[in-house]
């Protein structure tokens, strides 16, 4: 009998200690996350009878919180609904947080460690309790260009600064009004949601950062930057640009866009290759310098990378192992070859940064309540991609492309701009998507862009230089002010 009373009174007292011990897990390490919870009212609540901190551009204001008379105290409204919502997100009693929204909610509930003694201060001087505020890095100007442009079209601009990694616009089509889903009705928040949800256009999607797509022939930068690395090719080298190529081993035959011969003979240069986008020419380079260098190259440019913005990007991918034929597609862009708009991007400020790619960032500085700075944000290079003196030669190639070559519709008056377009095959039946990458200007780059419409955003023919290249004019000349 005591034996079996000192068995119950073991398993008891185990039964205890993992009591304590998963309580003690709960209360301790993991609080943070189960409080963070999206729907947990009680933190809502909370967060909801104070002032939420604003999110600013420069000093105007693209998401903040105004005093109400219900059970909620405040309500988070978005000034120009739809325009920055890619960035911003929204903050909802019923489905939480998104984008800035979300990644920067303890600045913004107030929550952060930072605000302690200002917490303090508040409570000693019987004042309200606020949040800080958040400041990014995009331009007004820019952002709105871009969505101007886009007109509502599927696709997605981002612009950086190339020789910091700050965002300059992250513009997504279509897109929602976040302010849909920020009133304090929660059955009209639900019904908001829902019928955003179920939308086959997803306007909630983050496309900008969310979004790979095959890059066509705007990877041909890459390619050409592999071919420069190499030591064995320059602008002016010579490469065969028949009007198609056999893949090896297959019974494919691949032309070029205008079904056309690159030059005299069937020959043309790295220069003319890019400028007429040969993709015989660069199918065949593809194969020479090999599959190794070309991914080799688009990790150095940020393929195979997680960039957090701090909203977390989809990692843009070149295809493992590829054999002969799947190395020509995929030196053209195509095959398993899969990249975001941020990432093309980021391919073309590494060229205009002399060849050193910067981090991508949106956040400049975090504030406290009274706007003095917390935290900002220094510039930290993700690597070199290039030597400088080959990054020097692609952008005056690049150049050549906007001047001589398909990239017409990019031309700004009295700015050389460097470009490249892509029209991106896409699945059977599908319309392909098209794409621009470019630099303005071509030395001492102000802007790096990338423009992808999906699918060609609805239009009948499709092409980078009809269709791309002019939302990336627009949103240049609002950099530039031009």
Known sequence: MIRQINRVTAVIIFLLLALIINISYIQVFNARELRGQPGNQRVILTEYSRERGPILLGSQSIAESTPTLDALKYLRSYPDESIFAPITGFYSVLYGATGIEDESNDVLAGNDSRFFVDRLQQLFANREPKGGAVRLTIDPAAQTAAMKALNGRTGAVVAIDPTTGAILALASSPSFDPNLLSSHDAAEIQMNYEELDADPEQPMLNRPLAMTLPPGSTFKLVTAAAALESGRYT???????????????????????????????????????????????????????????????????????????????????????PNQPQTAMSAIGQFDVRASALQMALVAAGIANDGVVMKPYLVSQLLGTDLTVLQSTNPVAFGRAMKSENAKILRDMMVGVVENGTASRARISGIAVGGKTGTAENVPGDPAHAWFVGIAPAEGAKIAIAVVLQNGGGATEVSGNALAAPIATAVMRAILKQ
Do not use: H
């Open 235 to 321: 602008a002016a080298t010579q490469l065969p640009g028949p009007k198609e190529i056999n893949l090896p081993g297959t019974d494919v035959q691949l032309g070029n866009w205008n079904d056309k011969s690159c030059g005299p003979d069937d020959i043309t240069t790295l220069q003319q290759a890019l400028e007429i986008s040969c993709n015989t020419a660069f199918a065949w380079l593809g194969m020479e310098i090999g599959a190794n260098a070309i991914g080799d190259q688009a990790k150095k440019f940020g393929f195979e990378s997680q960039f957090d913005v701090p909203m977390s990007a989809a990692i843009s991918r070149f295809p493992i192992d």
